[in-house]
Every structure is written in C-alpha cells, then in structure tokens.
C-alpha cells in the first residue's frame, strides 16, 4: 500500500502565489521568541488594526497568551516557514477564543504586510470557523475599527455580518452558526424471546 503523507491535524502546507512556502499550523510555545522578535517589523496600521490601538511590542504576558492557547476554549493558528517551532519565522496569527458562556467566540487575526493579500487570511479565519463549529459555539464575532475595509469584505466573505460594537469607531462582524443537529435516538432493541 503507498504510503499516505499525512500531515497533523490543523496543518496545511501552502505554496504562495509569489512562490514562498508557508506552512498554516496551531501555535506553539517555542513560536513566542521568533514572534517577539518580529513584532517591531509590523506596521503600526497593521497593529492598530489588529489590537485596535497602538502598540511599540508584545509584553511577556501578551506573548504567553498567544502561545499557549487554553486547549479547552482557545484554539491559535499561525502562517510560518516550514522550519521547526522556534526556528521558523512566523508570519500570521489568527486566534478564536470561546467566552465562558459556551457559546459566543471572539476571533482576531493578522497577516502581515509581508504576506498579506495572498488568501492566507480567508484560509485561516475558514480553520478558525471549523474549530469553533467542532466546538458547538453559536456565534462568532470580532470588533474591527470601521476603517478597516479589508477584514470587513473578508469577513463578509464568510457570511460575517455587521453589528454595532460597545465602542465608538468599531464594527462588530458576526457569524452566527447554526445550532448542531440532535443526535437521532435508536429505537429500543425489540426485547428477545
Ligand atoms: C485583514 C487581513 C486579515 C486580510 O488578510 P489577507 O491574507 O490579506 O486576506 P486574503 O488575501 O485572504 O483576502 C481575503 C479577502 O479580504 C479582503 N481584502 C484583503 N485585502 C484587501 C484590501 N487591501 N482591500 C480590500 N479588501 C481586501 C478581500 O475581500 C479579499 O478577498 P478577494 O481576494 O477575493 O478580493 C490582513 O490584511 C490583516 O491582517 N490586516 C491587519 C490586521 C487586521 O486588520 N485584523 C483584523 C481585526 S482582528
């Protein structure tokens, strides 16, 4: 039998249009030190954008909160080159974090400048939408500042809606999933003679 080359779960390697290789997989801890070490080649547009007011770095804390994920309602993706964890640079973060209610999930991403415009957003906010649905969440949301034309049309893509958000100068863009099936009962086995 010929051998399968499976790749892990959530991993998708990827050949961009402009010929660069990236490979879409979840976060992991080792990724932290190649992504401090690359937030200040960020734009501050893109920043502003992404964590909806200026930033000059990622704390510590800000850090280890994107690398390890909570596994039971956090789930993390990131776009780097296919080298090993720690090695690799990392150039997109997309994150879905589930609310304690079960079922609202705010999701936030950014590709950056570097690779953006290539489809790895619509990809991965596509993986971040079957994790939560794999998850039962009933609507998944992100707040966007009303400037920001591109993660509007993407989102839109999707099925996302517009709301307004709790704050001046954002949009909220909504998908609301639909409730999961009820599992069909079997019929009670007919009782033997
Ligand atoms: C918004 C963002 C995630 C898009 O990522 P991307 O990899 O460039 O997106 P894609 O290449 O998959 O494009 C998907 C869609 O996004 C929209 N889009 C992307 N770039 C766009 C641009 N410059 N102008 C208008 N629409 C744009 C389009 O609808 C596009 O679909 P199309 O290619 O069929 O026209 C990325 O630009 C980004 O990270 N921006 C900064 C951070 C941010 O805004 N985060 C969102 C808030 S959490």
Redesign the pocket.
């Known amino acids: 039998m010929a051998a399968r080359n499976r790749m892990p779960p959530w991993h998708e390697h990827i050949r961009l249009p402009n010929g660069r290789e990236v490979l879409i997989r979840p976060v992991r801890p080792e990724d932290a030190e190649p992504m401090r070490a690359a937030f200040p080649l960020l734009q501050p547009e893109?920043i502003r954008?992404?964590f909806l007011h200026p930033m000059k770095e990622l704390s510590g804390h800000d850090l280890e909160h994107l690398v390890r994920p909570d596994p039971h309602r956090d789930f993390a993706l990131v776009a780097a080159e296919p080298l090993p964890p720690g090695e690799a640079l990392v150039g997109a973060v997309a994150r879905i974090a589930i609310e304690s209610n079960g079922k609202n999930a705010e999701f936030?991403?950014?590709?950056s400048h570097y690779i953006?415009?290539?489809?790895?957003?619509?990809?991965m906010m596509r993986k971040l939408v079957r994790w939560a649905r794999g998850r039962k969440v009933l609507r998944i949301y992100?707040d966007?500042l009303e400037s920001?034309?591109?993660?509007q049309?993407?989102a839109g893509?999707l099925g996302f809606h517009r709301e307004s958000a709790d704050e001046a100068g954002l949009v909220r863009m909504v998908l609301d999933l639909p409730p999961p099936k009820p599992k069909l009962l079997r019929p009670p086995l007919a009782p033997t003679a």
Do not use: F, K, T
Request: aromatic share 0%.
């Open positions: 893109e954008q992404r936030a991403i950014l590709v953006n415009g290539m489809g790895l957003g619509r990809r992100g966007v920001n034309l591109p993660m049309s993407l893509s």
